[in-house]
């Protein structure tokens, strides 16, 4: 163990996260947002491109996602202040947060109830778009509705389409990918719930499952894809097409708040809490907040403390070349979507200049505000989102109180959870709940 012994030595707070403490990381190294942006690998311009072929693509997922047409194709969440959860906690830690808590529900997104249906949609769009218009079978200013029909679908089973994931990610390649017509495999590491294995195979999807953690999906996943020109590989740990479809979150979230009148700028700071397992999806989603507010935004990840592979990669800027296995912990988590022990190490290297800090939760923290949001606001998300829900009041404690501060907790999943599960997860946050009450 003289390695960690090493790193707890330059970096103390390591310590921490060795002996599995919930800890508030803050990133010394943070820049100003414009400095950071001009020598960042991406672009606003990337991000615009992004927001750009989402809209070419808005008349296809109306027509072919029912349950987006009301948002005209958009695949957009809603946000709302939770001043009953705000009160819930207030109680739980016995302090008044100042600032106000409001949540944006990517937990309900359409298509795939989770944040993924940003990111993984958009990878898998593109791909879409470069093999149509590369074929003649549809022109740059074509309706593309049109990509809806049995001669696309025919197209495109000609290809493939594979990834590996934890969960989620596959569910929403997987769906999308499947009613566009592609052969999709979706490699699934150990922490993959039945159901969503399931659901993908019900839609025709061909899915893999491995016993061991999801670097060893993505690594077969990467090899099958290898061998095969037509198949397209969705790289989690390094793509930037995933990156740039999450970044279009903030111009997106600019829109909403200034339709719904909350103001950020420098007296009105804005605090993002991003639950974090490999890192491309809150990376994305804080490039493009930066974009968008510059430094009236502040952005952290959120991880479960067995499971700080972010954290531990950016405290010691060693990235994707440590594994929270390194410190002695064991990577298991019930927050399925997070359960990730080596970070991207791109991802990490462009997002260190912009981020904030970072915050680790308990699992059994994680059960607490799952029973508690769940009494105060009835609503039911699974246990990755809420790792983020702790971030205020750890921040205030830390930067001090700002009555003018909005904190944003970016709920990322749980929308298709079916019922059963969902039962058997709030009756386990119920009794861990009334078992710390009695201590
Ligand atoms: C995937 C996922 C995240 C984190 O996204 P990464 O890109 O893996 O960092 C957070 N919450 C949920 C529910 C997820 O499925």
């Known amino acids: 163990m003289t390695t960690h012994a090493h790193l707890i030595e330059k970096f103390p707070i390591i310590e921490s996260l060795v002996n599995k403490q919930e800890v508030l990381w803050i990133n010394g190294e943070r820049m100003p947002a414009e400095v950071a942006l001009s020598s960042a690998l991406l672009t606003a311009a990337d991000v615009e491109d992004a927001e750009a072929r989402l809209q070419r693509f808005a008349p296809y997922f109306a027509r072919a996602f029912p349950e987006t047409r009301e948002s005209n194709g958009f695949i957009e969440s809603e946000i709302a202040y939770i001043p009953k959860m705000q009160q819930a906690l207030n109680e739980y830690y016995q302090v008044e947060l100042q600032g106000q808590l409001a949540m944006k529900f990517d937990s309900h997104l359409p298509i795939s109830g ?34 809806d029909s049995e001669e696309f679908r025919n197209f495109f089973s000609n290809y493939t389409i594979a990834v590996g994931s934890t969960g989620n990610l596959g569910l929403s390649i997987g769906i999308i990918s499947a009613k566009l017509g592609f ?154 979507g997070l359960a990730v022990g080596r970070a991207s190490g791109f991802v990490g290297k462009v997002m260190k200049p912009f981020m904030s800090g970072c915050l680790t939760v308990s699992d059994e923290t994680l059960f607490h505000m799952m029973h508690m949001f769940h009494e105060a606001e009835g609503i039911f998300l699974e246990p990755s989102a809420f790792a983020g829900m702790p971030g205020a009041y750890q921040v205030e404690e830390v930067h001090g109180k700002h009555s003018q501060a909005t904190h944003l907790v970016w709920a990322t999943g749980g929308g298709m959870v079916p019922e059963p599960m969902r039962e058997e997860y709030l009756q386990k946050a119920a009794s861990l709940y009334s078992d710390w009450r009695k201590k």
């Not at 958009?122 to 074509?142: C, F, M, R, W």
């Open 183 to 336: 052969h999709v495999t979706v490699h699934m590491s150990a922490d993959a719930k039945q159901w969503k294995k399931e659901l993908l195979r019900e839609k025709g999807v061909e899915v893999i499952e491995y016993a061991s953690d999801y670097s060893l999906a993505v690594e077969r996943g990467r090899e099958q894809a290898a061998g095969d020109p037509n198949c397209h590989f969705i790289d989690d740990e390094n793509s930037t097409d995933l990156f740039l479809g999450y970044a279009v979150a903030g111009v997106r979230l600019k829109a909403q708040l200034q339709e719904q009148g909350i103001i950020v700028d420098g007296e009105h700071p804005l605090h993002v809490y991003l639950p974090c397992g490999v890192g491309g999806g809150p990376g994305g989603v804080a490039f493009g907040l930066k974009l968008a507010f510059g430094d009236a935004v502040h952005c952290y990840f959120a991880e479960p403390t067995s499971s700080p592979c972010m954290t531990l990669g950016l405290i010691t800027d060693l990235h994707d070349q440590i594994a929270v296995e390194d410190i002695g912990l064991d990577n298991r988590t019930e927050a399925d």
């Open 114 to 147: 989770s944040i993924k249906a940003r990111g993984g949609i958009y990878e898998v769009i593109k791909h879409t778009e470069t093999l149509a218009l590369n074929s003649g079978l549809l022109q740059p200013d074509e309706n593309y509705e049109k990509l």
